[in-house]
């Protein structure tokens, strides 16, 4: 077995066994209820459970989360005393119900965290799984407990119908959310103390209207979820609606909370009427945190994609380097700069010597390929962070300089030259038999009163200069000291 199906196995082993887990637990929470409503508990979240871990699992994986939820009822039936074929009765209608909505909600494709932003997925969930699949299976379920137990059978199917179709409303959607948008996301950067003020927030407003029964405040807690829907998204009002629903069921069981004041309602008729509240809780508020979110992710996309526009219209397509607009628009950030504080700022111009012979004699592609290769060598050469290269035009690039002197731009523009003449690219149009470079340069600590072009002018004259007394050497615009840099002259 390879590595990659044992990880599979894994991967669903675990989630199968989480299903049996939490099934099981509901269960047993679920039939704690029943003894004291009846034969059918008013609340039954087993299904919905594993419904939700099914609709956005591959359907090869099915099985083992079927067999999972199949074992977790059964066990549960067992524990309470239904006998066997009894358990295996409600077993298997309980996973015929979860099976069948699934197939029909999910029309051939996995339903994720869209289920209640999808108008189609969510009009599916609403039809097939709310509604159709409890109204089919109810009449199984009915007819086990009638035989089981004589029970009412009209009362009984109602009862099953109103708990499944409820606890299916409620629940899938946050399995969903919890189970396809992971946790870390919630927690991946620090929480603010406003965040976690949502979230205490919330258990306290449902404690406080769910343990009084003197005044009907079911209202409250919704405005609470649209406060978590701003600030924690999709998962952290998942994460809300549980806490919500944990604390609401537990005191609404033992007598508390707005649905109390229900003249003459028994447990089962304040549970439906509970979960009635919580259903419309969240299908409030994921949808609303769902629509924030995406609309976040769109604007943070549209901010990378207006980044990487700016970028593309500030790069050269064939170097990689900035472009003659980017240059322009850093020469006047650097020259500003300059004159507020007073600083020298340097411009080295770099030419190719006898270029268009050597694209005349070996073609345009490898003209370009030569360009590349020299705009790759200057980003290598020029270390540091803030000086700026740009492939100006043709065969001329430009380096900006910032807080640099003429002895210092002298000796940048005479490694390049170096280390380019080094690389011994062959070029057999050139007197030296290889690629070179002539490099003009200029400094100026700028005043108010200059303008930038006065840089590009003289960096420009030295470099007409260099090229004027035989190409592959070094001219600055201003003299700087003998002993400041070795230079290699070419007789003209």
């Known amino acids: 077995m390879q590595r990659e199906d044992i990880r599979s196995l894994s991967r669903i082993g675990g989630k199968a066994g989480l299903v049996g887990i939490v099934a099981f637990a509901a269960n047993i929470a679920a039939m704690e209820i029943t003894r004291g409503a009846g034969h059918v508990s008013p609340i039954w979240l087993s299904n919905a459970i594993i419904l939700g871990f099914l609709l956005p699992a591959r359907t090869r994986d099915w099985p083992w989360l079927i067999g999972a939820g199949a074992i977790a009822n059964l066990g549960a039936n067992l524990i309470s005393g239904d006998g066997l074929l009894l358990g295996l009765g409600f077993s298997a209608a309980n996973m015929l119900e979860a099976v069948f909505a699934a197939t029909l909600i999910r029309a051939g494709e996995p339903v994720g965290a869209n289920l209640l932003t999808n108008r189609r997925i969510l009009a599916r969930f609403l039809i097939f799984g709310v509604l159709l699949a409890p109204a089919l299976v109810a009449p199984a379920g009915t007819a086990l407990v009638h035989l089981g137990f004589g029970a009412d059978p009209i009362q009984v199917y109602w009862r099953w119908f ?54 009907p405040l079911a209202f409250l807690p919704y405005a ?41 309602g028994d447990i089962a008729e304040r549970i439906f009427l509970l979960q009635f509240f919580l259903s419309v809780a969240v299908f409030m508020s994921i949808p609303i945190a769902t629509a924030l979110a995406e609309r976040k992710e769109l604007e943070q996309s549209l901010y990378r994609a207006q980044d990487e526009l700016r970028g593309l219209a500030a790069t050269d397509a064939l170097t990689g380097l900035g472009n003659r607009r980017a240059f322009d628009e850093t020469l006047e950030r650097e020259w500003t700069r300059a004159i507020r504080y007073r600083e020298p700022i340097s411009l080295a111009l770099l030419d190719i ?140």
């Open 162 to 215: 109103a708990a499944d179709a409820l606890g299916i409303a409620l629940v899938v959607p946050l399995v969903i959310i919890v189970d396809t948008i992971p946790l870390s996301r919630l927690f991946a950067r620090r929480i603010t103390w406003t965040e976690t003020s949502v979230i205490l927030l919330t258990a306290l407003v449902t404690g406080i209207v769910f343990y009084q029964t003197r005044y």
């Open 353 to 492: 010597d006898h270029f268009k012979r050597f694209n005349d004699h070996y073609g345009h592609k490898p003209g370009d390929e030569c360009l590349a290769k020299v705009g790759h060598l200057l980003t290598e050469t020029v270390f540091r962070p803030g000086d700026m290269i740009a492939r100006y035009g043709g065969e001329e690039f430009a380096i900006i300089l910032p807080g640099t002197s003429a002895e210092g731009a002298l000796q940048v523009a005479e490694r390049i030259r170096q280390i380019v003449e080094h690389q011994g690219w062959r070029h057999v149009g050139s007197p030296e038999g290889c690629i070179t470079v002539s490099v003009g340069v200029a400094t100026i600590e700028p005043t108010p009163r200059q303008a930038k072009t006065t840089l590009f002018e003289q960096a420009d004259a030295a470099l007409y200069k260099a090229k004027a007394q035989g190409r592959n050497r070094v001219e600055c615009a201003r003299p700087v000291s003998a002993h400041a840099v070795e230079r290699k002259v070419t007789a003209g």
């Open 224 to 264: 609470i979820l649209v406060l978590a829907a701003f600030r924690l998204g999709p998962v952290g009002v998942a994460l809300n609606c549980g806490i919500m629903a944990a604390i609401s069921i537990g005191l609404t069981v033992a007598g508390h909370g707005p649905f109390a004041l229900v003249r003459d």
